[in-house]
């Protein structure tokens, strides 16, 4: 039997490809799970879907805008209608503004806020009523190292991840008696397309200089946080909830 037989999850940032949700979305599906895949990228996503199906396993794409409560609302309903229920929310759609503290504009702020931390928000205050009544759910919140710890030019970034954090533990604490887990991821330097050479030296560094201060001395894999979230939404992390699971090769143990 697949780790996640008979469960049902929802995976939003899934079209980017090398990603978090793209891996995320793959590897659920291979340990058995339905999985629902959005993003507001439509033609990826829908790849995304595409190889999970080639590969046998059971998915769906919806275009999902996850700072729009209506958009919450038909990913929800959707799913609810397809499959009958909700085991698993990953909210891993995410965006990086890195930039000087002084470069950084009110519109910056608001664009970063919105898409990391109200979309986790919205996606976990749309489902608990469903995992509530079913007295069962996993919530996985993809946070990062910057939500523990300041790094430089990240400002908006670290605040957006350092919120998804305190959230994260707090829906532990107020639906662990309806046996609701929530969780918190934190990447290190992963390589993803966020970290993509080209998106790196636009930042005025190269990816060289990324893995100085990483311990086992490389960034991590997309894979690398798919296994962690799969052990997050199966039954092996039963009596785990309000934890925060650093995925980083070391960095933040400085």
């Known amino acids: 039997m697949g780790r996640l037989d008979n469960k049902v999850a929802i995976v939003t940032g899934g079209a980017s490809n090398p990603g978090l949700g793209h891996a995320t979305a793959h590897r659920f599906a291979e340990e058995g799970a339905k999985v629902v895949v959005t993003d507001i990228d439509k033609q990826n996503g829908e790849k995304t879907v595409s190889e999970i199906l080639e590969k046998k396993g059971e998915a769906i794409f919806i275009e999902h805008d996850v700072t729009s409560p209506k958009g919450w609302e038909k990913v929800v309903n959707t799913t609810v209608e397809k499959y009958g229920k909700i085991d698993i929310l990953v909210n891993n759609a995410g965006i990086a503004i890195i930039k000087p503290f002084e470069e950084i504009s009110e519109e910056d702020w608001d664009k970063q806020l919105n898409v990391n931390l109200k979309s986790v928000f919205l996606g976990c205050k749309s489902v608990i009523s469903h995992m509530r009544e079913a007295q069962s759910g996993s919530l996985i919140n993809v946070s990062s190292i910057a939500g523990q710890v300041g790094l430089s030019n990240?400002?908006?970034?670290?605040?957006?991840?350092?919120?998804?954090?305190?959230?994260?533990?707090?829906?532990?604490?107020?639906?662990?008696?309806?046996?609701?887990?929530?969780?918190?991821?934190?990447?290190?330097?992963?390589?993803?397309?966020?970290?993509?050479?080209?998106?790196?030296?636009?930042?005025?560094?190269?990816?060289?200089?990324?893995?100085?201060?990483?311990?086992?001395?490389?960034?991590?894999?997309?894979?690398?946080?798919?296994?962690?979230?799969?052990?997050?939404?199966?039954?092996?992390?039963?009596?785990?909830?309000?934890?925060?699971?650093?995925?980083?090769?070391?960095?933040?143990?400085?």
Do not use: Q, W
């Open 154 to 254: 990240c400002t908006a970034y670290s605040a957006s991840k350092g919120g998804v954090r305190l959230l994260t533990k707090t829906l532990a604490v107020e639906y662990g008696p309806h046996n609701v887990r929530c969780n918190s991821i934190h990447p290190g330097y992963m390589r993803t397309n966020m970290n993509d050479p080209d998106v790196v030296a636009r930042r005025d560094r190269n990816s060289n200089d990324l893995t100085i201060s990483i311990p086992l001395g490389r960034m991590g894999e997309a894979l690398d946080i798919a296994d962690c979230a799969v052990y997050l939404a199966s039954d092996e992390s039963n009596y785990v909830t309000g934890s925060e699971f650093n995925v980083d090769a070391g960095y933040t143990a400085r």
